[in-house]
């Protein structure tokens, strides 16, 4: 509430008596109190002009202005989207050093992890920006689901964070209308949740709960983005004018009190019959089956002609149950492929009943293939026969763009859970991908990388990890090749971080991701060269001075300590104990997980337990420990850490949401029965102190009787696929990168080589430069060189006619590491019997490896030398 004065206090020398004005009458959980020499960046909002203030660290207040620009906007906006005035006098958002939860929606006084509120357009990365944008969106739709109106009992919570998680978007929306924000909470949210939802060990939406463990257990995916995409699916079934309508007078009439679900069914089940929307039966008795039942169906269609026929099953990954069945109220809509108008069409046009019978659809003669779930708004999977998964395929090769993007997407998550749960054949699902390398939308690779992750978690620990590479290898390699495809630098961030599209830099960090995972040299080359640069270069007193485009900045931070050693690994440490951003604070942790060193993993656990000493913050210790648990190298040891070390963890952490279940579901990767004995065994010794993470500890041992039917079942007929499918390109294909020949299209004449070595400086620095002058054998486009621990600062190519020489200039350059390879791509093709002249301006340390450029020390008249030597053949 607003300050209504301030009075000296007597009775307390150098204190005053602060006076607030008495607030709305409001729940106990939303009452927050900060005091801190804090700074803020001070705006107002709507018509009424209401003081709108964001808080933070004062040597932080420059990276407040974002959230200062998207919260009144937001607001307005919710104002506006629910018909109802923002009730309190003022708003205040704070960015907290350390806080356990993402942000919480406290009335008038919204606080914030710094890393969810922050922003600095040249060193935040854009998937951070929108989590900023959708949080401050998710916490301000909360001042009126929630605040305005509370939930009687936490059973009801799904409400509040269903209904935010799902306007989060349409406020994020508002403030970044390029940002296909409905694309990414299909990925984010609906298919995400999916995944868990198809567990039997999964849980109803609305739940009675008893103690605070159940209560925390309540925050989980279910609550959020299951209550999301079936307020979506509503959303989209009562049409937008009884949604909102109905909305709107729920919150009427009961602002500033207590309510349960049933009311806003009633609301909304009123609205539906003033508008006269035809529904199956009341709102209530629709939503019911999708809130007190666990699960979804999969809809099952099947063509005969051009009638098609369609059922529904609860869809369940362990398919040994033999619970009883479970129907729901299903809305349907479909699209021809004589008709794709359709996809605009999202409400229903039929029903499936919960009494199980089935409904018909009619196809014209000549579609070829329908699709079932125009935009995916209902929250099921669709399952096709044969004919149609081909029909499908051949659309996807052919002409993609006909199927809307969200379908794509849809088709593929699908089919892959599909193959997975036994419902299809895994070879199916797979052909489907093959179209990716012509994709250039975001949401079809991030759900098709999701689902591929989980055979690479299967796999990885096997033999037969080659064959997935390869296959991913062969997916990317037509992106990589795309002309435009580059390795993202930071001159590439748009002024103050504007991007116009996200997605786009989302597509390209997630095919560079998986780049250097498949360790593709091009960008191991980059992300290497660009680590040593950036370390380099580095200057303590300047440690958040940009250097690295934001974007890849995780990546390459990845690969320093991947291909390095411990030097590189402390060095990232360092970097994570001097920076200031909290953002920058959590690529620095997952960095650290990136070693292959168990030894290096086994120190980063011990500092988990020591956040005093390590610098640490306890807000990120469990996130840090996913990471770890995440690598092969790390998850075994990961495991004994949290066997040992439970109490301890169960004791400091029981109180985040969450928390306590990040120790645990890590390990649902595990797929052997010798890992599953491990788990159960610990489930055992830990039972009675399990806590929050209950039910997470029986939806991971799930998840690995899952892994090892997987591997019994499905092994072998996918790794035959990926055999088939992948790519040639692998380590043991013998002409690649153990053949380090240079290409033999230009042959040197003439080399002029400077070098200035500064023996007396610290880490025996030297520079210089190189020309090298060339005649072209063949016709290429491009010059490839050897180069080895060296930073190249400028290159320039020449071509070079008697006296005359004139510049070509240079697409890109590539640093290809594996095999030391330095290649620039030109603008021009090089001619027959043309001689070109390239000019290398470089700088780099005196090695100890004997390798490229090294130093050797020997004693004369009792005095240590050092020279500086070339190893002049590489
Ligand atoms: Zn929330």
Same mark, same amino acid.
């Given at each position: 509430?607003?300050?209504?004065?301030?009075?000296?206090?007597?009775?307390?020398?150098?204190?005053?008596?602060?006076?607030?004005?008495?607030?709305?009458?409001?729940?106990?959980?939303?009452?927050?109190?900060?005091?801190?020499?804090?700074?803020?960046?001070?705006?107002?909002?709507?018509?009424?002009?209401?003081?709108?203030?964001?808080?933070?660290?004062?040597?932080?207040?420059?990276?407040?202005?974002?959230?200062?620009?998207?919260?009144?906007?937001?607001?307005?906006?919710?104002?506006?989207?629910?018909?109802?005035?923002?009730?309190?006098?003022?708003?205040?958002?704070?960015?907290?050093?350390?806080?356990?939860?993402?942000?919480?929606?406290?009335?008038?006084?919204?606080?914030?992890?710094?890393?969810?509120?922050?922003?600095?357009?040249?060193?935040?990365?854009?998937?951070?920006?929108?989590?900023?944008?959708?949080?401050?969106?998710?916490?301000?739709?909360?001042?009126?689901?929630?605040?305005?109106?509370?939930?009687?009992?936490?059973?009801?919570?799904?409400?509040?964070?269903?209904?935010?998680?799902?306007?989060?978007?349409?406020?994020?929306?508002?403030?970044?209308?390029?940002?296909?924000?409905?694309?990414?909470?299909?990925?984010?949210?609906?298919?995400?949740?999916?995944?868990?939802?198809?567990?039997?060990?999964?849980?109803?939406?609305?739940?009675?709960?008893?103690?605070?463990?159940?209560?925390?257990?309540?925050?989980?995916?279910?609550?959020?983005?299951?209550?999301?995409?079936?307020?979506?699916?509503?959303?989209?079934?009562?049409?937008?004018?009884?949604?909102?309508?109905?909305?709107?007078?729920?919150?009427?009439?009961?602002?500033?009190?207590?309510?349960?679900?049933?009311?806003?069914?009633?609301?909304?089940?009123?609205?539906?019959?003033?508008?006269?929307?035809?529904?199956? #039966?009341?709102?209530? %008795?629709?939503?019911?089956?999708?809130?007190? !039942? /666990? *699960? @979804?169906?999969? $809809?099952?269609?099947?063509?005969?002609?051009?009638?098609?026929?369609?059922?529904?099953?609860?869809?369940?990954?362990?398919?040994?149950?033999?619970?009883?069945?479970?129907?729901?109220?299903?809305?349907?809509?479909?699209?021809?492929?004589?008709?794709?108008?359709?996809?605009?069409?999202?409400?229903?046009?039929?029903?499936?009943?919960?009494?199980?019978?089935?409904?018909?659809?009619?196809? #014209?003669?000549?579609? %070829?293939?329908?699709?079932?779930?125009?935009? !995916? /708004? *209902? @929250?099921?999977? $669709?399952?096709?026969?044969?004919?149609?998964?081909?029909?499908?395929?051949?659309?996807?090769?052919?002409?993609?763009?006909?199927?809307?993007?969200?379908?794509?997407?849809?088709?593929?998550?699908?089919?892959?859970?599909?193959?997975?749960?036994?419902?299809?054949?895994?070879?199916?699902?797979?052909?489907?991908?093959?179209?990716?390398?012509?994709?250039?939308?975001?949401?079809?690779?991030?759900?098709?990388?999701?689902?591929?992750?989980?055979?690479?978690?299967?796999?990885?620990?096997?033999?037969?990890?080659?064959?997935?590479?390869?296959?991913?290898?062969?997916?990317?390699?037509?992106?990589?090749?795309?002309?435009?495809?580059?390795?993202?630098?930071?001159?590439?961030?748009?002024?103050?971080?504007?991007?116009?599209?996200?997605?786009?830099?989302?597509?390209?960090?997630?095919?560079?991701?998986?780049?250097?995972?498949?360790?593709?040299?091009?960008?191991?080359?980059?992300?290497?060269?660009?680590?040593?640069?950036?370390?380099?270069?580095?200057?303590?007193?300047?440690?958040?001075?940009?250097?690295?485009?934001?974007?890849?900045?995780?990546?390459?931070?990845?690969?320093?300590?991947?291909?390095?050693?411990?030097?590189?690994?402390?060095?990232?440490?360092?970097?994570?104990?001097?920076?200031?951003?909290?953002?920058?604070?959590?690529?620095?942790?997952?960095?650290?997980?990136?070693?292959?060193?168990?030894?290096?993993?086994?120190?980063?656990?011990?500092?988990?337990?020591?956040?005093?000493?390590?610098?640490?913050?306890?807000?990120?210790?469990?996130?840090?420990?996913?990471?770890?648990?995440?690598?092969?190298?790390?998850?075994?040891?990961?495991?004994?850490?949290?066997?040992?070390?439970?109490?301890?963890?169960?004791?400091?952490?029981?109180?985040?949401?969450?928390?306590?279940?990040?120790?645990?579901?890590?390990?649902?990767?595990?797929?052997?029965?010798?890992?599953?004995?491990?788990?159960?065994?610990?489930?055992?010794?830990?039972?009675?102190?399990?806590?929050?993470?209950?039910?997470?500890?029986?939806?991971?041992?799930?998840?690995?009787?899952?892994?090892?039917?997987?591997?019994?079942?499905?092994?072998?007929?996918?790794?035959?696929?990926?055999?088939?499918?992948?790519?040639?390109?692998?380590?043991?294909?013998?002409?690649?990168?153990?053949?380090?020949?240079?290409?033999?299209?230009?042959?040197?004449?003439?080399?002029?080589?400077?070098?200035?070595?500064?023996?007396?400086?610290?880490?025996?620095?030297?520079?210089?430069?190189?020309?090298?002058?060339?005649?072209?054998?063949?016709?290429?486009?491009?010059?490839?060189?050897?180069?080895?621990?060296?930073?190249?600062?400028?290159?320039?190519?020449?071509?070079?006619?008697?006296?005359?020489?004139?510049?070509?200039?240079?697409?890109?350059?590539?640093?290809?590491?594996?095999?030391?390879?330095?290649?620039?791509?030109?603008?021009?093709?090089?001619?027959?019997?043309?001689?070109?002249?390239?000019?290398?301006?470089?700088?780099?340390?005196?090695?100890?490896?004997?390798?490229?450029?090294?130093?050797?020390?020997?004693?004369?008249?009792?005095?240590?030398?050092?020279?500086?030597?070339?190893?002049?053949?590489?």
């Amino acid at each position: 509430m607003n300050s209504s004065g301030t009075t000296p206090a007597p009775e307390q020398p150098g204190y005053v008596w602060e006076q607030f004005e008495t607030s709305v009458p409001m729940s106990t959980y939303l009452v927050a109190f900060a005091v801190a020499r804090f700074k803020s960046v001070d705006k107002n909002a709507t018509a009424r002009q209401i003081p709108y203030k964001v808080w933070a660290r004062p040597d932080m207040i420059d990276y407040a202005q974002k959230a200062a620009e998207y919260g009144p906007a937001i607001l307005e906006h919710f104002e506006e989207y629910f018909k109802i005035d923002y009730p309190m006098p003022k708003m205040d958002m704070i960015a907290l050093p350390d806080f356990a939860a993402g942000a919480m929606e406290n009335w008038g006084l919204i606080t914030y992890r710094e890393e969810y509120l922050l922003y600095e357009g040249s060193q935040t990365p854009a998937a951070t920006l929108v989590r900023i944008v959708y949080i401050i969106a998710h916490e301000l739709a909360h001042m009126w689901f929630g605040d305005l109106v509370t939930p009687e009992w936490w059973n009801d919570i799904w409400l509040n964070e269903g209904f935010a998680s799902y306007v989060e978007y349409l406020g994020a929306d508002k403030v970044e209308p390029g940002w296909k924000w409905m694309e990414q909470f299909v990925f984010s949210d609906l298919q995400d949740v999916l995944y868990l939802d198809s567990l039997q060990n999964s849980h109803p939406i609305s739940v009675d709960v008893y103690n605070p463990d159940q209560i925390m257990e309540l925050f989980d995916r279910i609550s959020y983005a299951k209550g999301a995409s079936i307020i979506r699916m509503m959303n989209h079934f009562l049409t937008e004018e009884v949604f909102r309508n109905g909305v709107t007078n729920y919150l009427k009439k009961f602002e500033y009190q207590n309510a349960v679900q049933d009311d806003l069914w009633k609301h909304l089940n009123d609205e539906a019959n003033t508008m006269q929307v035809q529904l199956p #039966a009341t709102v209530k %008795e629709i939503m019911d089956t999708w809130t007190l !039942q /666990t *699960g @979804y169906p999969v $809809v099952k269609a099947t063509r005969d002609g051009e009638k098609v026929t369609v059922n529904q099953t609860r869809f369940l990954l362990n398919s040994t149950t033999t619970e009883k069945p479970t129907h729901w109220y299903v809305p349907l809509n479909l699209v021809r492929s004589s008709n794709v108008a359709g996809f605009d069409s999202t409400n229903a046009t039929v029903w499936l009943y919960p009494n199980a019978s089935t409904v018909e659809f009619t196809l #014209a003669q000549n579609d %070829e293939w329908y699709i079932i779930n125009a935009q !995916q /708004t *209902g @929250y099921y999977r $669709v399952n096709y026969d044969e004919r149609n998964w081909e029909a499908l395929n051949k659309t996807l090769r052919e002409s993609h763009e006909d199927i809307h993007v969200i379908n794509r997407a849809q088709i593929l998550d699908d089919a892959l859970n599909l193959a997975l749960a036994g419902h299809i054949n895994y070879t199916i699902a797979l052909s489907l991908t093959q179209y990716l390398g012509q994709e250039e939308s975001y949401i079809p690779w991030a759900t098709t990388a999701d689902n591929l992750s989980y055979l690479r978690r299967m796999l990885e620990t096997t033999g037969k990890y080659d064959q997935y590479r390869a296959y991913i290898l062969s997916l990317i390699k037509d992106v990589l090749a795309r002309g435009d495809f580059k390795f993202p630098v930071l001159e590439d961030v748009p002024p103050n971080g504007d991007y116009q599209d996200v997605t786009e830099v989302m597509y390209k960090e997630l095919i560079w991701g998986a780049a250097c995972q498949m360790r593709e040299p091009r960008c191991i080359g980059n992300a290497t060269q660009l680590f040593r640069t950036w370390r380099e270069n580095y200057d303590e007193s300047t440690p958040d001075k940009p250097y690295l485009n934001p974007n890849i900045k995780g990546l390459v931070y990845c690969e320093g300590v991947r291909s390095g050693e411990a030097a590189e690994w402390e060095f990232v440490y360092k970097h994570y104990n001097n920076t200031n951003y909290a953002a920058e604070r959590t690529l620095l942790l997952a960095a650290m997980a990136c070693t292959d060193k168990s030894w290096l993993l086994n120190k980063y656990l011990d500092m988990l337990l020591t956040p005093e000493t390590s610098g640490i913050r306890s807000q990120d210790v469990s996130r840090a420990f996913a990471y770890i648990a995440a690598n092969p190298a790390g998850r075994d040891e990961a495991f004994k850490f949290v066997k040992v070390n439970w109490e301890k963890l169960k004791d400091k952490y029981s109180s985040g949401l969450s928390t306590l279940t990040r120790f645990i579901t890590p390990f649902s990767i595990f797929n052997t029965e010798y890992e599953l004995n491990l788990l159960k065994t610990m489930k055992d010794e830990i039972e009675g102190s399990l806590g929050s993470a209950a039910r997470a500890m029986d939806q991971t041992i799930e998840s690995v009787m899952i892994n090892i039917e997987w591997m019994n079942k499905n092994l072998d007929t996918v790794v035959r696929w990926l055999e088939v499918n992948g790519s040639t390109v692998g380590p043991t294909d013998p002409g690649y990168p153990n053949d380090v020949r240079l290409p033999r299209h230009l042959r040197p004449t003439e080399y002029d080589v400077k070098v200035r070595a500064r023996m007396n400086e610290p880490g025996f620095p030297i520079d210089g430069w190189v020309t090298i002058d060339m005649v072209c054998n063949t016709p290429a486009d491009n010059i490839t060189l050897n180069v080895h621990d060296i930073t190249v600062n400028n290159t320039l190519v020449q071509k070079v006619t008697g006296q005359q020489v004139e510049d070509i200039s240079i697409v890109e350059e590539v640093f290809d590491l594996d095999r030391d390879f330095y290649i620039l791509k030109l603008s021009k093709q090089l001619e027959l019997n043309q001689t070109y002249r390239i000019t290398i301006d470089y700088e780099g340390r005196l090695q100890s490896d004997l390798a490229g450029y090294y130093y050797s020390s020997y004693v004369e008249n009792d005095e240590t030398r050092k020279e500086g030597s070339a190893e002049s053949q590489r």
